[in-house]
């Protein structure tokens, strides 16, 4: 559940969010030149379709976020990036909510952006660098939703609890998934992975 659905958060957490986000879509945006757009524009869609495909665990279900290779190719970009994604699942597909938007946009594009530029620093070691980036995304993700759920109400604790658990094996599958196309872009076409500032 990375996509929290509306009425669920407290307004402080909605406007904290929100704040974020902006600030973040601020930052993406001015770092958005016209030659990058083709890349921000696919990773969206990557992010956007992946997804949409959900893995059973325990009672509930997760699915591919894609964040810390989006954070790796994009840095700030990726907040506009995964932004556009969240908006077309919300409004297609009803997935989180409209006016938790703000909350969701921060929740997966702040943990991608961060964890995307530090496993940036270990591209020579394209394992080390999907770990960091591919599975530290998720678990900021994870935490950063439990501590959304936590601050709206005790009612919401036990849950907030057991997301973290629940995205323990997607943590290892985005790992494996982002060092994969780490080492393949790193051998075959590593300007994709150069960023301009």
């Known amino acids: 559940m990375a996509h929290i659905p509306d009425g669920i958060v407290s307004v402080p957490v909605l406007v904290a969010g929100a704040v974020v986000s902006l600030g973040g879509l601020?930052?993406?945006?001015r770092r958005l030149t016209p030659e990058r757009v083709p890349k921000v524009a696919v990773l969206a869609a990557?992010?956007?379709?992946?997804?949409?495909?959900?893995?059973?665990?325990?009672?509930?279900?997760?699915?591919?976020?894609?964040?810390?290779?989006?954070?790796?190719?994009?840095?700030?970009?990726?907040?506009?990036?995964?932004?556009?994604?969240?908006?077309?699942?919300?409004?297609?597909f009803g997935f989180g909510g409209l006016i938790v938007l703000g909350v969701n946009i921060a929740n997966i594009?702040?943990?991608?952006?961060?964890?995307?530029?530090?496993?940036?620093?270990?591209?020579?070691?394209?394992?080390?660098?999907?770990?960091?980036?591919?599975?530290?995304?998720?678990?900021?993700?994870?935490?950063?939703?439990?501590?959304?759920?936590?601050?709206?109400?005790?009612?919401?604790?036990v849950g907030a609890k057991l997301l973290v658990f629940t995205y323990v094996p997607l943590m290892a599958v985005e790992a494996v998934f982002t060092a994969a196309?780490?080492?393949?872009?790193?051998k075959v076409k590593p300007e994709a992975?150069?960023?301009?500032?």
Not at 26 to 29: D, I, K, R, S
């Open 26 to 29: 601020g930052m993406g945006l």
């Open 46 to 92: 990557l992010f956007f379709v992946a997804s949409l495909v959900h893995f059973p665990v325990g009672l509930t279900s997760v699915h591919l976020l894609l964040g810390g290779l989006a954070g790796v190719i994009l840095g700030w970009a990726a907040f506009p990036a995964i932004a556009v994604g969240l908006i077309l699942q919300a409004v297609l």
């Open 109 to 157: 594009a702040l943990p991608a952006v961060l964890m995307g530029l530090l496993g940036r620093r270990f591209l020579a070691r394209p394992t080390l660098a999907g770990i960091i980036a591919g599975g530290g995304a998720v678990a900021a993700t994870a935490l950063m939703v439990a501590v959304c759920l936590a601050l709206s109400g005790r009612e919401f604790l």
């Open 181 to 186: 196309v780490l080492g393949l872009l790193v």
């Open 193 to 197: 992975l150069e960023m301009s500032s």
